[in-house]
């Protein structure tokens, strides 16, 4: 038998308790999604039955968080840099904190001008569809090893609307030989093998976060081959985690890049090391 909507969400929010420290949001954004509409259609459809298709989607990813499903796997979306971008296990959930590396992006791109860049190990595709859509003007590519991810990424872009040369394969091996950038950024996989974040993060692709013993194999790769990838005076970008800047920045410098700096993210932690060649 349909229940109304306001009591499907009042008893999803209930069942969230036990998992959420924000159960009625999480509630309203799955039976959001469930309806297929917005927050003020929801209030407006409160005393309506739940038609049985949306009740039963809804049943099913109420069970997957509450089996510690992390809620944008749940919900199939999340927001990343004021886009609304698919998701689901086979790529890393867009942060936050990597939203300080499409700041940066931006910082080195003039809104007049074309130019060139590039964002490996792309995931949903977050970074590249970000500065694509902030910089309409910009040649954008990415690169994904994982053919899974890099579906998510094209389907993202495809709905979003925005170009992006997307392809398959290990950093920079895929591209044209000969073609450089004026900006190649990456959020590469930077966690050790012991690090104790990852127990958290089991819901997510491994391949996205283990880099190796170190946790520096990732970045050091791609910071040693971008040269090779780069106009003169050309810029590279990476995030990486907070204890993690001084070691990226010897890597840059080792590869040739003057004066590496690091930024910090707003709790003022290291998070994002650039630097460029020289001209
Ligand atoms: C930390 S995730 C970042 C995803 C996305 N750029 C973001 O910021 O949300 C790292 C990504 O790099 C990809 N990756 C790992 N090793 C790679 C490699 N050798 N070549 C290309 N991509 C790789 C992973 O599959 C994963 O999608």
């Given at each position: 038998m349909s229940v109304p909507v306001g009591d499907a969400l009042r008893k999803v929010a209930s069942r969230l308790g036990v998992v959420s420290d924000q159960p009625e949001q999480e509630a309203r954004w799955l039976v959001e999604i469930a309806l297929g509409c917005a927050a003020a259609?929801?209030?407006?459809?409160?005393d309506q039955p739940l038609p049985a298709a949306a009740a039963q989607w809804l049943d099913e990813r109420v069970e997957r968080r509450l089996a510690g499903l992390p809620l944008p796997y749940?919900?199939?979306?999340?927001?990343?840099?004021?886009?609304?971008?698919?998701?689901?296990?086979?790529?890393?959930?867009?942060r936050p904190d990597t939203e300080s590396l499409v700041e940066l992006a931006l910082g080195h791109l003039p809104r007049e001008g074309a130019r060139r860049v590039l964002d490996l190990g792309t995931g949903s595709g977050a970074v590249a569809l970000a500065v694509a859509r902030a910089r309409p003007e910009a040649e954008m590519w990415a690169v994904e090893r994982s053919p899974e991810a890099l579906a998510v990424a094209q389907g993202n872009g495809q709905r979003l609307g925005l170009a992006v040369h997307w392809l398959a394969g290990d950093w920079f091996a895929p591209l044209p030989p000969g073609l450089r950038f004026d900006l190649i950024l990456a959020n590469p996989p930077y966690l050790a093998a012991?690090?104790?974040h990852l127990p958290a993060l089991r819901h997510e692709p491994q391949e996205a976060l283990l880099a190796g013993p170190t946790g520096l194999e990732c970045l050091a790769a791609i910071a040693t081959a971008a040269p090779g990838h780069l106009?003169?005076?050309?810029?590279?970008g990476l995030e990486h985690g907070a204890e993690q800047g001084e070691a990226v920045r010897a890597l840059l410098r080792a590869a040739g890049f003057a004066q590496p700096r690091t930024h910090r993210d707003l709790a003022g932690r290291e998070r994002v090391t650039s630097g460029s060649l020289p001209a």
């Open positions: 259609g929801l209030l407006r459809r409160g749940c919900l199939g979306t999340w927001s990343f840099y004021g886009l609304e971008m698919a998701v689901n296990p086979a790529v890393l959930i867009p012991d690090d104790p106009v003169p005076g050309g810029v590279l």
